[in-house]
């Protein structure tokens, strides 16, 4: 396999606040410390897959700023192409994190900025980059028709795709993106607002796994948090995958977008379904017990050592 991977997704600069616990509304707080860094699902995932050995391609857009610039490093030094990034007059995006230093949870407010003018005409033009690639994986941090036409590019070129439904939707997806999808990889969150289900327990992310192969996804990767995996195959097969214990828990931000990264680019190696899912969650199991979401992504070498 050639491990390419292409994701098409969000940049946005992570501006974190670490508190002893979240503020009510109305609330004002003194929190204990604060951090800038590189954020955006899209840009997380890329770097997880870079850093797990993909050799992996970022389709977005910037603003001509000072975020932006955040961003161009961070690729740099994840050996990441950033050749088929846009930069426009729209500022880059950024997303406001509030961290309970306590319990390791975080309440998220993002707001997309450039890479949310990604045209359909822009992932047009880079259908070649897409066709190529072994694996496309996306998220919802751009219109959705800039990825239901990324996925389509890849489904009709034969690539897989891997579609992570976040953040949580809060319009009905359709139908028709949701079939394009080989990958399905929501959260218990996200399983339940787009299926209308529960999913507080495996059996419940079961049923919610049957409703959104009827709605025309192939395979569907539920993530368990602790719990691990659910891995609901093509032919109804399920599995749990089990998380690993790498460590204390500092920090949950990034779990779900080293996961995502990590498969991907274990799928793009040729890994058969569930040693992909299990590599994936190595690879968010090594994220918690780190500060931040980009610079929380783990090494192959790390990955390798967890998994032996």
């Not at 003194?30 to 995932?45: D, R, T, V, Y």
């Not at 992909?276 to 969650?281: I, M, T, Y």
Request: glycine letters at 10%.
């Amino acid at each position: 396999m050639s491990k390419n991977v292409l994701v098409m997704g969000s940049f946005v600069a992570d501006l974190a606040f670490r508190s002893a616990r979240l503020p009510a509304w109305g609330e004002t707080l003194m929190g204990s410390s604060f951090a800038l860094g590189p954020g955006g699902k899209g840009s997380n995932q890329a770097v997880a897959a870079a850093r797990s050995g993909a050799k992996v391609k970022f389709l977005s857009k910037l603003g001509d700023d000072a975020f932006g610039t955040i961003a161009r490093d961070i690729w740099k030094s994840a050996g990441i192409d950033d050749s088929l990034v846009g930069t426009c007059g729209t500022a880059t995006g950024a997303a406001a994190i509030l961290i309970d230093e306590a319990r390791g949870e975080n309440a998220i407010i993002v707001v997309p900025g450039a890479c949310f003018t990604l045209t359909t005409d822009e992932v047009d033009a880079a259908a070649g980059a897409i066709s190529s690639a072994s694996v496309f994986l996306t998220q919802l941090e751009l219109p959705l028709d800039a990825v239901e036409r990324g996925l389509m590019i890849a489904r009709a070129a034969g690539v897989p795709t891997i579609l992570n439904p976040a953040p949580a939707p809060t319009t009905p997806l359709p139908d028709a993106l949701i079939a394009l999808s080989d990958y399905f990889i929501p959260n218990e969150t996200e399983a339940a607002l787009i299926t209308g289900l529960p999913v507080e327990n495996v059996e419940q992310a079961k049923a919610a796994a049957a409703a959104l192969q009827a709605r025309g996804v192939r395979n569907v990767i539920l993530t368990l948090g602790a719990k691990g995996a659910l891995v609901v195959t093509q032919d109804g097969t399920s599995t749990v995958v089990p998380s690993f214990n790498a460590g204390p828990v500092v920090e949950t931000t990034g779990a779900g977008d080293a996961f995502c990264g990590g498969f991907a680019a274990a799928l793009a190696e040729g890994m058969p379904l569930l040693d992909a899912v299990r590599f994936g969650c190595a690879t968010a199991g090594i994220s918690v017990t780190r500060h931040g979401t980009a610079p929380s992504m783990p090494s192959r070498a790390e990955i390798d050592a967890l998994l032996n």
